[in-house]
C-alpha cells in the first residue's frame, strides 16, 4: 500500500521518536509512506480569519500534489492533521477561497479538495484493521495499564475531522487493546491540554495538566499516549509527571514495541 506521506515541522525537531517508529512500523506492516518532496510547514494553527488564505497555501500544496500521485495523504501530528482537513474542507466548500487559493498558486490543474487526508491511527484502524494488526503483534504489552489521551485537535470539530466520537472516543483504546496492553478509560482524555498557553500562563497549564493525569492515575493507568506532540510536551513538564508517577509516550513508540520493530 503506497501513501503520500506529511511528516510537519515538529516530527523533524522535538518530536522525532513519533515519526521514526511510525516509519518503522509502516514497513513491518508492509505500508509504504513515500515523505512528500519539498513539503512546507502547515502553519499550524488553522486561522479563523474567513479571508485568511496566506497560511493555508503550504497545506494546498500538499493535498495537491498527493492528488496528483493519485495517493491519499497520511500524516501524524495532531495539529498538521486538524489544518490539513480543515483547509481540505475549505477548498471543498468555500468556492470564494478556492478561487483566490488556485489564482495565487497557479498550478497545473486547480485543486478542488479531491485529496483524502486520513491519520496514522486511522490507517490502522481503516486500512489495516485492528484485527490484523493484533495477528502482527510479536510482543504483547501484557499486563501494561495505558491510557490514552486525545486532547482537542484529532476529534473537533467533528463534522469535519470525523475522526471519532469527540466526547467518547475509542480509537486509540481500540489501538492499545490490539496490542495487547489494558486500555484505561478515564473521563478527562479529550480535555484540553492548555496548548500554547504553555508559553506564558504557566500555572494555568498546570492544573489543566494537573486535572487529566490525575484523572488517569486514579482510574489505574500508569502509562499515557498520545499523538501530538504539544500535548506531550505539557503532560511531560507536569509535576506529577517529573515525580516519576505516570510516563507519557507517542503510541507509535507503543506500536513499534509490541511489534518488535527495531531501528534501522
Given at each position: 500500500?503506497n501513501?503520500?506521506?506529511?511528516?510537519?515541522?515538529?516530527?523533524?525537531?522535538?518530536?522525532?521518536?513519533?515519526?521514526?517508529?511510525?516509519?518503522?512500523?509502516a514497513?513491518?506492516?508492509?505500508?509504504?509512506?513515500?515523505?512528500?518532496?519539498?513539503?512546507?510547514?502547515?502553519?499550524?494553527?488553522?486561522?479563523?480569519?474567513?479571508?485568511?488564505?496566506?497560511?493555508k497555501?503550504?497545506?494546498?500544496?500538499?493535498?495537491?500534489?498527493?492528488?496528483?500521485?493519485?495517493?491519499?495523504?497520511?500524516?501524524?501530528?495532531a495539529a498538521?492533521?486538524?489544518?490539513?482537513?480543515?483547509?481540505?474542507?475549505?477548498m471543498?466548500?468555500?468556492?470564494?477561497?478556492?478561487?483566490?487559493?488556485?489564482?495565487?498558486?497557479?498550478l497545473?490543474?486547480?485543486?478542488?479538495?479531491?485529496?483524502?487526508?486520513?491519520?496514522?491511527?486511522?490507517?490502522l484502524?481503516?486500512?489495516?484493521g485492528?484485527?490484523?494488526?493484533?495477528?502482527?503483534?510479536?510482543?504483547?504489552?501484557?499486563?501494561?495499564?495505558?491510557?490514552?489521551?486525545?486532547?482537542?485537535?484529532?476529534?473537533?470539530?467533528?463534522e469535519?475531522?470525523?475522526?471519532?466520537?469527540?466526547e467518547?472516543p475509542?480509537?486509540?483504546?481500540?489501538?492499545?487493546?490490539?496490542?495487547?496492553?489494558?486500555?484505561?478509560?478515564?473521563?478527562?482524555?479529550?480535555?484540553?491540554?492548555?496548548?500554547?498557553?504553555?508559553?506564558?500562563k504557566?500555572?494555568?497549564?498546570e492544573?489543566?495538566?494537573?486535572?487529566?493525569?490525575?484523572?488517569?492515575?486514579?482510574?489505574g493507568?500508569?502509562?499515557?499516549?498520545?499523538?501530538?506532540?504539544?500535548?506531550?510536551?505539557?503532560?511531560?513538564?507536569?509535576?506529577?509527571c517529573?515525580?516519576?508517577?505516570?510516563?507519557?509516550?507517542?503510541?507509535?513508540?507503543?506500536?513499534?514495541?509490541?511489534?518488535?520493530?527495531?531501528?534501522?
Amino acid at each position: 500500500m503506497n501513501y503520500s506521506y506529511y511528516p510537519g515541522c515538529t516530527l523533524k525537531t522535538k518530536a522525532q521518536n513519533l515519526e521514526k517508529f511510525a516509519l518503522h512500523s509502516a514497513q513491518a506492516l508492509g505500508v509504504n509512506l513515500v515523505e512528500q518532496e519539498e513539503w512546507q510547514c502547515c502553519g499550524a494553527v488553522y486561522p479563523l480569519s474567513t479571508d485568511e488564505i496566506a497560511t493555508k497555501l503550504a497545506s494546498v500544496r500538499s493535498l495537491a500534489a498527493a492528488r496528483d500521485k493519485g495517493e491519499s495523504l497520511v500524516t501524524l501530528c495532531a495539529a498538521c492533521h486538524q489544518l490539513m482537513k480543515r483547509v481540505n474542507h475549505d477548498m471543498q466548500t468555500k468556492e470564494d477561497m478556492r478561487e483566490k487559493v488556485n489564482n495565487y498558486l497557479q498550478l497545473d490543474d486547480n485543486y478542488q479538495g479531491e485529496s483524502k487526508v486520513i491519520h496514522y491511527l486511522e490507517l490502522l484502524r481503516d486500512e489495516i484493521g485492528f484485527e490484523t494488526l493484533a495477528q502482527k503483534v510479536k510482543v504483547p504489552l501484557k499486563g501494561r495499564k495505558v491510557a490514552a489521551y486525545y486532547g482537542c485537535l484529532l476529534l473537533r470539530p467533528k463534522e469535519i475531522m470525523n475522526f471519532d466520537d469527540p466526547e467518547r472516543p475509542t480509537v486509540l483504546e481500540d489501538f492499545l487493546e490490539s496490542l495487547g496492553a489494558s486500555a484505561i478509560h478515564y473521563p478527562y482524555k479529550t480535555e484540553c491540554c492548555g496548548g500554547y498557553l504553555s508559553v506564558d500562563k504557566e500555572e494555568v497549564v498546570e492544573q489543566m495538566v494537573d486535572n487529566i493525569i490525575r484523572s488517569a492515575l486514579e482510574q489505574g493507568a500508569e502509562e499515557i499516549v498520545t499523538a501530538c506532540p504539544l500535548c506531550k510536551y505539557n503532560l511531560e513538564n507536569s509535576r506529577l509527571c517529573s515525580k516519576g508517577e505516570i510516563s507519557i509516550s507517542y503510541f507509535t513508540e507503543l506500536l513499534a514495541e509490541a511489534l518488535d520493530v527495531k531501528e534501522a
